[in-house]
DNA sequence: GCCGTTTTCGGCCCGACTGTTTTCAGTCG
């Protein structure tokens, strides 16, 4: 069973509790267990048959430990059984439905019989539900805009559709003269691999002029609500924005506060109340004396950690890293000097050999791995032995025309359902650059994947595995292996990991990569661009990088091309 | 239900907005 269902059971739990307005700690203590659960790098499934000691992780006590044990033996545990028994399980749908929470769902079902969305629906058109205390039309009206919304909106936008969001937004807000200043917050700026909604703050002299002229965005498709403090609207593509305003002297502590994540502020917000102080979207104050909330430095400063950056701020150790100066240096994109991995016409790219390089050259590269596939993949008309030959011949010629810039000589072949290569040894062994990956039989056993990987590490003439889980994000499940026997193979064959920097992919994911990292691992930035302009994915490497905690010293696209040729040369 | 240089009980992050009220509960981030 995945981290996923498991933490999917606690929160479950979480409503259903909420619902019978059971102790608010309790609830929140079955989602803080879910989130952790969520976030783990490894399987909580492996480490109970590691007869490890769940309570050990944070968040996760003797009780829950318990839980989870009974969870992964059958399904489900007794505590949820009981609940649902107690109340219909699909009075938690309703809650998922913006602005209606347990209190509401629970009025929906004793009064008026409601135990789905779909009755729900079926109250509020017949105006069933404006008969009920505290509520009235507007609410009705809000409720089925919700159900609309939730009904088309599942799910969250991957970071490379809410940047284009942020683009657009960024053409009107410059433009807004009432504007002082702002800045998008929340898990846009930690760059999470998907985003849920944009939390934009602002500065404004005239808060009036300003929400009049954000709201003449041509994007919005709704105003779901106008305060002094924010103005909240939907996107026609269902991203909802949030904008709140700020004064320079609390802009610090918003931007931080709003950063999140939840986890690391509430974090932060205890080391504040040690010290007797109070920590808020406004400052750090003593009483009613701010001391600091300008600037985030100030605060983390003030807090005595150094500063932390956003994309660390998920209370997974950066506060400990941050009390004893111990942050990693994160590798950025200025250390980027090349890329590893793009596809040319060879096979299902768009551009040529001389097109890539110049594009390459263009931004700054010292050099470009040119990787078409093998044959094994089909539909891209993959390289055979021969072809793959022909191919480097022809990439070593217009290589030949460069003095100060390296193209790699490369191929991304195909790891069979056994773990052989889809290319002879002797094929790959004439190559400059050699990197293994799965596009198919993307189901096997966790044993057999295992093996697959293995033994593809272990050919000796590959240098690194690209986009190793092989997921789709909204598409396609990682494959299942035994990560540490892989990563510890990796690091022991001197065989790299890709951050793959597509954006639906972005391969090895960020917990993943501070595993990896931690047995030791050196990584590979591969845009996998099959087009020229795509080369500009490396950004998106680097997010995810910085998010698993690497610097530049963990990853070979910092190298000089001297030191690269020099690293990757098969004895 | 979790947690502990505040340690086995008694705490647990904090403020704004909405829709309905006329002082607030519920929801959200």
Redesign the pocket.
């Known amino acids: 069973m995945e981290n996923a269902q498991i933490a999917d059971i606690f929160n479950e739990i979480a409503d259903l509790l909420d619902i019978k307005q059971a102790?608010t700690?309790?609830v929140?203590?079955?989602r803080?267990?879910a989130r952790t659960i969520r976030d783990l790098p490894d399987r909580i499934e492996d480490l109970a048959e590691q007869d490890e000691d769940l309570?050990d992780i944070?968040?996760?006590?003797?009780?829950?430990?318990e839980k989870i044990h009974e969870i992964l033996d059958r399904g489900s545990c007794k505590?949820l059984d009981d609940l649902r028994k107690e109340t219909p399980a699909d009075l938690t749908q309703i809650?998922k439905?913006?602005?209606?929470?347990?209190?509401?769902?629970l009025q929906f079902h004793e009064q008026l019989g409601v135990d789905s969305i779909e009755e729900l629906k079926e109250a509020c058109e017949n105006h069933e539900v404006?008969e009920l205390?505290?509520?009235?039309?507007?609410?009705e009206e809000?409720i089925l805009e919700g159900i609309k919304t939730f009904e088309s909106t599942q799910g969250r936008a991957l970071y490379s559709d809410a940047e284009d969001r942020v683009e657009s937004l960024r053409r009107h807000l410059d433009d807004i003269d009432a504007i002082d200043e702002w800045e998008v917050a929340?898990s846009f700026r930690r760059c999470k691999e998907t985003v849920g909604?944009l939390?934009i703050l602002v500065r404004a002299g005239d808060r009036k002029k300003a929400t009049k002229r954000i709201l003449e965005y041509s994007g919005i498709a709704d105003v779901i609500?106008?305060?002094?403090?924010?103005v909240?609207v939907r996107l026609g593509d269902g991203l909802?924005v949030?904008f709140r305003f700020f004064e320079s002297g609390s802009f610090g502590a918003a931007l931080l506060y709003?950063t999140g994540s939840?986890a690391h502020?509430?974090a932060l917000?205890?080391r504040a109340?040690?010290r007797d102080w109070?920590?808020?979207?406004?400052g750090i104050f003593k009483g009613k004396k701010r001391l600091a909330g300008k600037t985030e430095e100030a605060l983390y400063h003030r807090l005595n950690l150094a500063y932390i950056p956003p994309e660390l701020r998920e209370d997974r150790g950066e506060m400990e890293a941050a009390d004893e100066d111990a942050l990693p240096e994160l590798v950025e994109l200025d250390d980027v000097r090349g890329d590893l991995q793009c596809h040319t016409t060879a096979s299902d790219g768009a551009d040529s050999i001389e097109d890539m390089a110049k594009a390459a050259r263009e931004r700054g590269y010292r050099f470009l791995a040119i990787t078409d596939h093998s044959k094994a993949v089909r539909v891209t008309q993959g390289l055979d032995d021969d072809a793959a030959r022909k191919h480097a011949d022809a990439i070593r010629k217009v290589d030949g025309t460069f003095d100060d810039f390296w193209l790699l000589a490369g191929v991304e072949v195909d790891i069979l359902k056994r773990g052989r290569l889809d290319l002879k040894e002797k094929a790959l062994s004439g190559l400059d650059w050699v990197i293994a990956s799965v596009h198919s039989y993307f189901s096997l056993s966790k044993k057999e994947m295992t093996d697959r990987l293995l033994a593809a590490v272990k050919t000796g003439v590959i240098h690194a595995i690209a986009h190793p889980t092989s997921r789709m994000m909204g598409k396609r499940e990682s494959i299942a292996f035994d990560r540490e026997k892989v990563f510890e193979a990796c690091r022991d064959h001197k065989v790299f990991l890709e951050i793959n920097g597509q954006p639906d992919r972005l391969d090895l994911p960020d917990t993943y990569c501070r595993q990896a990292l931690d047995a030791g691992v050196t990584f590979t930035f591969g845009t996998d661009a099959h087009k020229a302009t795509s080369l500009d994915f490396m950004r998106y490497c680097v997010n995810v990088a910085r998010r698993g905690w690497l610097e530049k010293t963990n990853v070979v696209n910092s190298l000089t091309r001297r030191q690269l040729k020099k690293r990757i040369k098969r004895d």
């Open positions: 102790n700690f309790r929140r203590s079955y803080n267990a309570s944070p968040n996760i006590g003797e009780s829950t430990a505590r809650m439905i913006p602005s209606l929470g347990p209190r509401k769902a404006r205390e505290g509520m009235g039309a507007k609410t809000n929340g909604d939390d609500g106008r305060g002094k403090e924010k909240s909802q949030d709003f939840k502020g509430i917000r205890r109340q040690e109070k920590l808020n979207e406004y």
